[in-house]
């Protein structure tokens, strides 16, 4: 089925580590983005992108790093874990002009011990 | 900076009962606005959308909402609540340029009670 795509579905790092979070689209979407949610939060922007080659940071960047080489693909690395990267992250992709709303994938739950 | 609040942080209801969930919104232009709905370990599934015309949009699963300009407001409604409609809500206002971001509340938690 079309969607969004995301792996791993869950997760454990020590604090230090770093890996990456995939993310994939089979939409031909332009614009993607990462969130996290976290409980009271809602979700928070990351990082988002409006075509390959092109990113930009949103509300919560730290210790966070995006590229987009295609337009299928947008991964989220964690340079070093830290505790409070411990979250649930949603990437989300979504056709450009007039604002036709994200689809979001599954979420990967994160935590860092 | 656009901004949303979600004043209520759980709603419980009866099944069969009415349901309105409140939204407000701060955004300097015409806002797009969104309701999605997510159910325990799930992603976010879009419920409903405005960007103009007329102020009623209706959405999938029965539920509509209502945006009001004077009261910078999108409540979401739904006359008669089913069990499976327990869930999380979040509002969200979007942004035509950078990217179509999107800034979430802090959600609504809904529990259906029998």
């Known amino acids: 089925n079309a969607g969004v795509t995301q792996t791993p579905k869950f997760q454990v790092l020590k604090t230090g580590q770093s890996m990456t979070l995939q993310c994939a689209q089979d939409m031909n979407h332009e614009y993607m983005s990462w969130y996290r949610q976290d409980p009271g939060m809602g979700l928070r922007l990351i990082h988002y992108?409006?075509?390959?080659?092109?990113?930009d940071q949103g509300e919560v960047p730290n210790g966070y790093n995006v590229s987009r080489s295609t337009t299928e693909d947008f991964p989220l690395r964690l340079l070093s874990a830290a505790p409070s990267q411990t979250s649930v992250y949603f990437c989300?992709?979504?056709?450009?002009?007039?604002?036709?709303?994200?689809?979001f994938g599954s979420g990967t739950r994160l935590t860092v011990v | 900076a656009q901004s949303v609040t979600q004043p209520d942080i759980h709603i419980t209801v009866s099944e069969g009962a009415s349901l309105e969930l409140r939204c407000n919104y701060s955004y300097g232009a015409t806002p797009y606005l969104f309701w999605y709905v997510q159910s325990p370990g799930q992603g976010l599934q879009l419920l409903l959308k405005?960007?103009?015309?007329?102020?009623l949009v209706q959405g999938i699963k029965g539920f509509e909402a209502e945006f009001k300009r004077s009261q910078s407001s999108f409540n979401l409604r739904k006359p008669s609540v089913h069990w499976s409609d327990a869930a999380e809500y979040f509002c969200?206002?979007?942004?035509?340029?950078?990217?179509?971001?999107?800034?979430f509340g802090g959600g609504t938690r809904l529990m259906v009670k029998p």
């Open positions: 989300a992709s979504s056709a450009p002009g007039r604002v036709s709303g994200y689809t």
């Open positions: 992108s409006v075509g390959a080659g092109i990113t």
């Open positions: 969200a206002v979007g942004a035509s340029n950078a990217g179509n971001m999107l800034t």
């Open positions: 405005y960007f103009s015309g007329d102020t």
